[in-house]
């Protein structure tokens, strides 16, 4: 899902930034909004090529990416808060991000224990 939104950011003629996100970008400086978006597709792609070589040859690290997926939406909630973006609508990243926290939460719980402690 990550490698589908970097692509998005960084492919898309506006960047996702009105089509998916629905900021508006016909305001002054809507072409930085768009740059911006784009810009950050490019450093998730960055990010999720790394995160596919631990994930597919170092399978220890897998809690550890865990952990950094389960605190990206509460530091992107910070930022949000302190940086609020006017939408026209809400964005999927918003709507599902609360979803996927308790998915995150249960896998990084179960990466972290034994077979014999989940039984238990």
């Known amino acids: 899902m990550i490698t589908a939104r970097s692509l998005v950011h960084l492919l898309s ?14 305001v002054a400086g809507g072409d ?7 810009q950050w597709g490019a450093s ?7 995160l596919w070589v ?6 220890g690290l897998v809690p ?8 990206e ?3 992107r909630a910070i930022s949000g808060h302190l940086k609020p973006i006017v939408t026209l609508g809400t964005a999927p990243g918003a709507a599902l991000n609360w979803f996927a926290v308790p998915v995150v939460a249960v896998t990084l719980y179960l990466g972290l224990c034994t077979a014999k402690e989940r039984t238990s």
């Not at 930085?32 to 784009?38: D, E, L, M, S």
């Not at 998730?44 to 790394?50: F, H, I, K």
């Open 73 to 75: 939406p509460f530091l």
């Open 32 to 38: 930085n909004i768009i740059a911006i978006f784009g």
């Open 44 to 50: 998730q792609l960055l990010l999720v090529g790394a």
């Open 13 to 26: 003629p506006d960047g996702g930034a009105h089509s998916i996100a629905t900021v508006d970008t016909s």
């Open 54 to 59: 631990l994930l597919l040859r170092y399978r």
């Open 64 to 71: 550890l990416i865990l952990c950094v997926l389960l605190l």
